[in-house]
């Protein structure tokens, strides 16, 4: 569950607009400017992908673009970091698969 509205004494919390993308081949809602990583989280997928080598999971590790653990396939285009890209409106995602390094 996201949170969309700051009960506490701190500014108000802006999200972009709603939209919608394909995880897996499921429809889920995101907000715009979110990190693919975070609208993976909100739907509780922690394993991304499984190395090619070793088949051990990948996920989110560093978030920050330095350890390439959370590589993903996005609109077909593998390999790409979840923690670096912004969600776009139908953008596909697809988190199975073996990803390499």
Do not use: W
Not at 8 to 35: C, H, Q, W, Y
Not at 66 to 88: K, S
């Amino acid at each position: 569950m996201r949170i969309t509205k700051i009960t506490t004494n701190l500014p108000a919390l802006r999200r972009g607009k709603t939209i919608e993308v394909i995880v897996d081949g499921r429809r889920v809602g995101a907000f715009e400017g979110e990190l693919v990583s975070t609208v993976l989280q909100a739907e509780n997928i922690c394993i991304f992908g499984r190395k090619h080598t070793t088949g051990r999971p990948s996920g989110i590790y560093c978030g920050m673009g330095v350890c390439y653990e959370c590589l993903v396939t996005i609109d077909g285009t593998p390999n790409i970091r979840a923690c670096q890209t912004f969600a776009a409106d139908q953008m596909v995602i697809e988190t199975t698969g073996n990803v390499k390094p």
